[in-house]
């Protein structure tokens, strides 16, 4: 199994700022596709984030700008860096693992972690 601990979440003011880290198992940064997830109360868990071996990023749109991902393969590592935080970016949020390209949808094979919250509040 694959598995991965997130951390860096917390609780912060709207416009405010964190920084996510991810870190695996198993080293697999320089092989696959990382993305970070969230899931929000209520809500099914949505892919936020992409970054693929070669370097390059995607983001859903309601983050673009906003948000950054950012891996350091020798340190078997995946950051999100997120700033101009709203309250409905409140979540867990989540990393992992998924073989596709730039258009293939995501397909996450590693196990799920805990997870770390997220809640941006006044």
């Known amino acids: 199994q694959v598995q991965f601990v997130e951390s860096g979440g917390g609780l912060v003011q709207p416009g405010g700022s964190l920084r996510l880290s991810c870190a695996a198992s198993?080293?697999?940064?320089?092989?696959?596709?990382m993305g970070w997830y969230r899931q929000a109360p209520g809500k099914q868990r949505e892919l936020v984030a992409r970054i693929f071996s070669d370097g390059s990023t995607n983001y859903v749109s309601s983050v673009k700008g906003r948000f950054t991902i950012h891996r350091d393969n020798a340190k078997n590592t995946v950051s999100l860096q997120m700033n101009s935080l709203k309250p409905e970016d409140t979540a867990v949020y989540y990393c992992?693992?998924?073989?596709?390209?730039?258009?293939?949808?995501?397909?996450?094979?590693?196990?799920w972690g805990q997870g770390t919250q997220v809640t941006v509040s006044s």
């Open positions: 992992n693992a998924d073989t596709g390209n730039r258009g293939v949808v995501a397909t996450p094979f590693g196990s």
């Open positions: 198993r080293s697999i940064f320089s092989l696959y596709t």
